[in-house]
């Protein structure tokens, strides 16, 4: 019997030492608040006024009404404007959640989404690298591209 208790409270032992190592590295891990340009992106409008690939320009007239504005250190709303580039743009997005990657270099977009009319639901992923950010001016580009073979887009804003 002795021998059960001690081997319960050595598994204790290495659980709870477990917890107090992994609660930490959860608040750590966004570190999105650690941002020193989080005032530069928060509670504006970001005004989308170019797309690029390539050095070539492919911004088509329905782009330039969207606006992108992080609301909070967590919360953000991407507005497509009046003018949709797809002739079905009926996914609906539910909540919109952002953080900072990779040495505040990367910004990561989750949109959660259902299929208007559909019962399909899910999340959508998308990793934009910071190329350049003032007080004016932000630009972004697919921070997953190259690794897949693809000539990045490039997204400017103004503010």
């Given at each position: 019997?002795?021998?059960?208790?001690?081997k319960?409270?050595?598994?204790?032992?290495?659980?709870?030492?477990?917890?107090?190592?992994?609660?930490?590295?959860?608040?750590?891990?966004?570190?999105?608040?650690?941002?020193?340009?989080l005032?530069?992106?928060?509670?504006?409008?970001?005004?989308?006024?170019?797309?690029?690939?390539?050095?070539?320009?492919?911004?088509?007239?329905?782009?330039?009404?969207?606006?992108?504005?992080?609301?909070?250190?967590?919360?953000?709303?991407?507005?497509?404007?009046?003018?949709?580039?797809?002739?079905?743009?009926?996914?609906?997005?539910?909540?919109?959640?952002?953080?900072?990657?990779?040495?505040?270099s990367?910004?990561?977009?989750v949109?959660?989404?259902?299929?208007?009319?559909?019962?399909?639901?899910?999340?959508?992923?998308?990793?934009?690298?910071?190329?350049?950010?003032?007080?004016?001016?932000?630009?972004?580009?697919?921070?997953?591209?190259?690794?897949?073979?693809?000539?990045?887009?490039?997204?400017?804003?103004?503010?």
């Amino acid at each position: 019997m002795n021998l059960l208790l001690n081997k319960h409270s050595a598994t204790t032992k290495r659980s709870s030492f477990l917890f107090f190592i992994a609660i930490p590295c959860l608040f750590a891990c966004n570190n999105t608040e650690d941002f020193e340009q989080l005032d530069t992106l928060l509670g504006k409008e970001w005004r989308l006024v170019a797309l690029t690939r390539n050095g070539i320009d492919v911004t088509e007239a329905c782009d330039l009404d969207d606006v992108l504005r992080f609301e909070t250190i967590s919360d953000f709303q991407y507005d497509i404007g009046a003018l949709e580039c797809l002739e079905e743009e009926n996914i609906e997005t539910e909540t919109k959640k952002w953080s900072m990657r990779d040495d505040h270099s990367v910004i990561r977009l989750v949109f959660k989404f259902k299929m208007d009319g559909r019962a399909a639901r899910g999340d959508f992923v998308e990793y934009w690298e910071i190329v350049h950010l003032t007080e004016n001016i932000l630009i972004m580009q697919d921070a997953l591209a190259e690794g897949n073979n693809q000539i990045p887009v490039v997204r400017e804003y103004e503010f």
